[in-house]
Structure formats: structure tokens, C-alpha cells
């Protein structure tokens, strides 16, 4: 049953991030890739890690996704039909890529490495204890860039004698 | 067999909550009559309670049509996804002690913002996708102001967590011996106004300013998927009330009745309140409405987090 999903999901992946290189609309590719994030976040889940999967949907889909939007959306590209016969065109190299790589994760998840019997899951406490214990310095150090990068957007905005 | 059973309850969690969406609209309009001083609808049914039922065969009867200057697939699918993420959000609410779908996750909380940054999608898609100006302004509204105001929502949420120990919402209301609104009543008015301004209700409903935009991101829209719509803005509602609920008055905790009966009377609670605040205030300017959430309410919202977590430092230390 978990392989099965697992594979579901890998192939929805592929499918999705290849059809994000051949769509023509910037709009559909954003599409796209959000249904990719939101497969690989499920794909998470299923191997056990619901926390990574809530912060790959909440901060890639929720965020980061949403600055794509905007950037599209300021270069003014107008809702068009699109010509379909182009599009199916230039769909059957993303297809045949993904029934090869299809059949690659088939053949790995098929072989004895008992990749999905030892599943554990990991939740927000263990994760909560590696970040604040043996990692926190990294951690801190890190928070620490994210400061950095607010010290910089306003020191150039000050620069450029508009600041807010 | 177990599998057909679960199938079964679902359906049913499902119709219970789409009939609880429709019957808001009417009782708003109830509470909206009561409240300027008019009768509102009366004439359906005892208190004109089939109003609701109406409405919705009104909806439903309507033809579903795509306009031709609309991109018609995401514009078909952006209805669907609005319902869809405010009603998978319902499965990590408990009714009561052991009732609820998934209560017990331990990610229930994070489950919530993720529905609620999907739901984001649906309405912008579905704004971007009618292909007309109007609706195209009503969302870059709607998602400027839902990524505003999901900051000052998370970081008061985040102070709960702190308290509880716990990212589950079955774990979060056993852990309050005492509602957080007592402890937590400055996180309790951020969370309050940033759930309005997430489900963009009066008086945040910018991204659907009739004055302005027609309707804004839902102008284009007729039938059944602007239902879906209507659907995800009430569930979205009720969601953010029983959250209140569930987080800050003690969920079903309360005296002499039965717990779900307290979570029911404390969630109509909050979304009378909302129902109140729709008839007494007057929709800000957008830049107000961005001032509040960037300079008020983050920082406040950040001041509450640091307290909160001091308080609960000093108080593991003492």
C-alpha cells in the first residue's frame, strides 16, 4: 500500500515538474509547481516525516510560491487560449523521460533494500530536539543570516534616500 | 468494512458541514436584520430557516458556464479547491474529548496554516483565471493580504503552542486548566483580527469590495462554483471560530454540560461576533488595512511571542 502511494506520488511529481517546463503560460507553470511541492510534501508524509511535509506546503506553497505569482502577475501576461496542438507536441519528451524514470523507481522499490519496512516517523518533537540540542548553534547561526539579510534591504534602502 | 464506515462518516462530517455553512448565511442575514433594526428573511419555513435551502437550489439550478475570455481549466478548478481546503482543515478540530477526525495529529496546527495558504490559491487562481480586471484586482488584493495578515496569525498561534506543548489540537485544549484567553488576551485580539482579515470577512473584505471591484476575485463567477466560493468563505469562518474556540476559551471544557455542547456555544459565540463586527464597522482604505497588519500587529504579535516565551522560561527556572 505504501509502495504504491509512494509511487503514485513520485509519478504525479515528475509528471507535474516536467509539464512545468513545456507549458507556454507562466501562470500554469506556477501551477504546476505548486502541484509538484504539494505531492512531495504528501510524499513526506508517507515516509514519515509530517512535520517537513506541513513546512514544505506551509513555507513553499504558502511563501515562496506566492512571490512567483507576483512576479507573473507584474509582467502583465494576459490570460490567452492557448494553441493546443503545440502543446501535445511538446508533451511526449516530458512522457517518455518520466515512463524511464517510472521504470527506474520501479525497479528500486521492487528490489529487497527494505527501504519501506524500517519507516519511523519522526515528529515536530524530535525535530524541535535535534534543532535546539546538538544543531543550535547552526540553527542560531542561521537566524542570525536571515538578520543579515533585513540589515541589508534597509541599509540600501537608505541609500537610495527612500526609506519608509 | 471499517474502510466503507470511514467513508460513510466522512460524507456525512461533509454534509453536516456544508448544511452548517448554509445555515450562517441565513442566520447572518438574521443577525444583520436584527442588528440595523429590519426583519431580514422571514417568510420560508419557521423564522424563514428554509431560506437556506432555497439559496442553495437557487445556486444549484444556475447554469455553469465558462467565459470565453477565461482560462478554462484552473478557472473550473479554483471553486473546487477553495471548498476543498477549508473543509479538510475541519479533520484536526475536535468536537469533543476523543471526536474528531484527526485531533490527535501532532502537526494539527501546521495542518491548518498549509489549508489556509492552499486556500489563498484557490481564491487568487480563480481571480487571475476569470481574466477580467476586476476580478484580477480582487486577487493581488486577496493574496497581499492573506500572506499579511498569516504572519501576525502564525506568531500568535505560536505562543499557544508554547504554552500547551503541542502542535496537536486535542493536546492544546487538555492542556488548558484554565482558558488562554486569560493568559494570552492580547494573542486572542491579534488572532481575532487577523482570522477576519484571513477569511476576508467586513470589515477586511477588500478582495471582494462591491463599491470597488463588482465583486472582486469572484465577479465572473455564476452557479455552483461561485457556491463553492460562498461555501469556502462561510467554512472559512466557522473554522476560524472554532479555532478561537479550541485554542483560547477552553474548548470543551466547561461546567454541568456535555463537552460538545460548550465547543458549539463557544464557536457561535466567536462567529456572532464576526456577524456583529460585519454590521458595525466601515471597510479601511487598503493601505490602512496593510498598515495595521505590518505595523500593529506583527509587532505586537512578535511582543506577545517574547513574553510568552520569557514567562514560560522564568516560570520552568522558578
Known amino acids: 500500500m505504501t509502495a504504491l502511494l509512494v509511487l503514485l506520488l513520485a509519478l504525479i511529481v515528475l509528471m507535474s515538474s516536467a509539464a512545468l517546463l513545456v507549458v ?16 512531495l510534501g504528501i510524499l513526506f508524509l508517507v515516509l514519515g516525516a509530517p512535520f517537513v511535509a506541513a513546512l514544505e506546503v506551509v513555507l513553499y506553497v504558502g511563501a515562496i510560491l506566492v512571490l512567483f505569482l507576483f512576479a507573473i502577475m507584474l509582467l502583465r501576461t494576459p490570460v490567452q487560449p492557448e494553441p493546443e496542438a503545440r502543446w501535445r507536441s511538446g508533451f511526449w519528451w516530458p512522457v517518455i523521460l518520466v515512463l524511464l524514470l517510472a521504470a527506474v523507481v520501479i525497479l528500486l522499490f521492487t528490489r529487497p533494500p527494505p527501504l519501506l519496512t524500517v519507516i519511523r516517523e519522526i515528529g515536530p518533537v524530535i525535530i524541535g530536539r535535534a534543532l535546539f540540542g546538538p544543531y543550535m548553534w ?3 547561526a542561521v537566524a542570525l543570516l536571515l538578520f543579515a539579510v533585513i540589515g541589508a534591504v534597509l541599509a540600501v534602502h537608505r541609500r537610495e534616500g527612500h526609506d519608509a | 468494512m471499517t474502510l466503507f464506515l470511514m467513508a460513510l462518516g466522512m460524507l456525512l462530517t461533509t454534509v453536516v458541514l456544508l448544511g452548517l455553512a448554509g445555515f450562517l448565511v441565513f442566520a447572518e442575514r438574521r443577525v444583520l436584520g436584527l442588528l440595523q433594526n429590519r426583519h431580514g428573511p422571514n417568510r420560508l419555513g419557521p423564522f424563514g430557516i428554509g431560506q437556506a435551502l432555497a439559496d442553495a437550489l437557487k445556486l444549484m439550478s444556475k447554469e455553469n458556464f465558462v467565459p470565453a475570455f477565461a482560462d478554462p481549466v484552473l478557472y473550473r478548478a479554483a471553486p473546487v479547491l477553495v471548498a476543498f481546503s477549508a473543509l479538510a482543515s475541519f479533520a484536526v478540530v475536535p468536537l469533543d474529548r476523543g471526536f474528531s477526525w484527526a485531533g490527535d495529529w501532532n502537526i494539527g496546527l ?3 496554516l498549509a489549508m489556509s495558504s492552499l486556500n489563498a490559491y484557490g481564491v487568487f487562481l480563480g481571480g487571475w483565471a476569470s481574466g477580467s480586471k476586476f476580478a484580477l484586482l480582487g486577487a493581488v488584493r486577496a493574496v497581499a493580504q492573506l500572506v499579511s495578515y498569516e504572519l501576525p496569525l502564525g506568531l500568535a498561534l ?3 503552542v508554547l504554552l500547551s506543548g503541542s502542535l496537536s489540537l486535542n493536546g492544546i485544549v487538555q492542556a488548558q486548566w484554565m482558558p488562554y484567553i486569560v493568559l494570552q488576551p492580547l494573542g486572542f485580539v491579534i488572532f481575532l483580527i487577523a482570522g477576519v482579515a484571513e477569511t476576508h470577512r467586513l470589515p477586511f473584505d477588500l478582495p471582494e469590495a462591491e463599491s470597488e471591484l463588482v465583486a472582486g476575485f469572484n465577479t465572473e463567477y455564476g452557479g455552483m462554483r461561485f457556491g463553492y466560493f460562498f461555501l469556502g468563505e462561510y467554512l472559512g469562518l466557522t473554522l476560524i471560530a472554532v479555532l478561537a474556540a479550541a485554542l483560547y476559551l477552553g474548548g470543551w471544557h466547561g461546567p454541568w454540560l456535555p463537552g460538545w455542547i460548550w465547543m458549539l456555544i463557544k ?6 461576533i464576526f456577524f456583529w463586527l460585519r454590521a458595525s464597522l466601515p471597510r479601511p482604505r487598503y493601505d490602512q488595512l496593510m498598515a495595521l497588519g505590518w505595523k500593529i500587529l506583527l509587532p505586537l504579535s512578535l511582543l506577545n511571542l517574547l513574553c510568552t516565551a520569557f514567562a514560560a522560561a522564568l516560570w520552568r527556572l522558578g
Request: aromatic share 10%.
Open chain 1, 24 to 39: 507556454r503560460s507562466p501562470m500554469h507553470g506556477a501551477v504546476n509547481l505548486g502541484v509538484t511541492l504539494l505531492a
Open chain 1, 138 to 140: 547552526l540553527t542560531e
Open chain 2, 110 to 112: 501546521l495542518f491548518i
Open chain 2, 158 to 160: 505560536l505562543a499557544v
Open chain 2, 267 to 272: 464557536t457561535f459565540a466567536v462567529i456572532f
